[in-house]
């Protein structure tokens, strides 16, 4: 089964950054797009960043110019550099690769912005 297991949250002011990464188990990063999605208190989860299979990435709106999505073959994980955050960016984050064949999640990391 392909596991996920996510880092790197904390509780940061806003204006700071993090540096959130996902370390992937039983499925290639280098072969999949893989996601960053976050859930806020009470609310659906949300893709924020995507990166593919050739390294194009997207963003979601909320957090274009602010966020960075990357991928690192030789560790089979990926990397989420969040810059410049503010209050709205609290959440708990998690790491999926974009594909059916996989269902399960990690725990996600949670991340808190201070005003």
């Known amino acids: 089964q392909v596991q996920m297991s996510e880092s790197g949250g904390g509780l940061v002011q806003a204006g700071g950054s993090l540096r959130l990464s996902c370390v992937v188990s039983?499925?290639?990063?280098?072969?999949?797009?893989m996601g960053w999605y976050r859930q806020a208190a009470e609310n659906q989860r949300v893709l924020v960043a995507q990166?593919?299979?050739?390294?194009?990435?997207y963003y979601d709106p909320s957090v274009e110019g602010r966020f960075v999505i990357s991928r690192d073959n030789d560790k089979n994980t990926v990397s989420l550099q969040m810059n410049a955050l503010k209050p709205e960016d609290t959440a708990v984050y998690y790491c999926?690769?974009?594909?059916?064949?996989?269902?399960?999640w990690g725990r996600g990391t949670l991340v808190t912005v201070s005003s």
């Open positions: 999926k690769p974009l594909t059916n064949s996989v269902q399960n």
């Open positions: 039983g499925m290639m990063v280098s072969l999949n797009a």
């Open positions: 990166i593919s299979r050739t390294g194009g990435s």
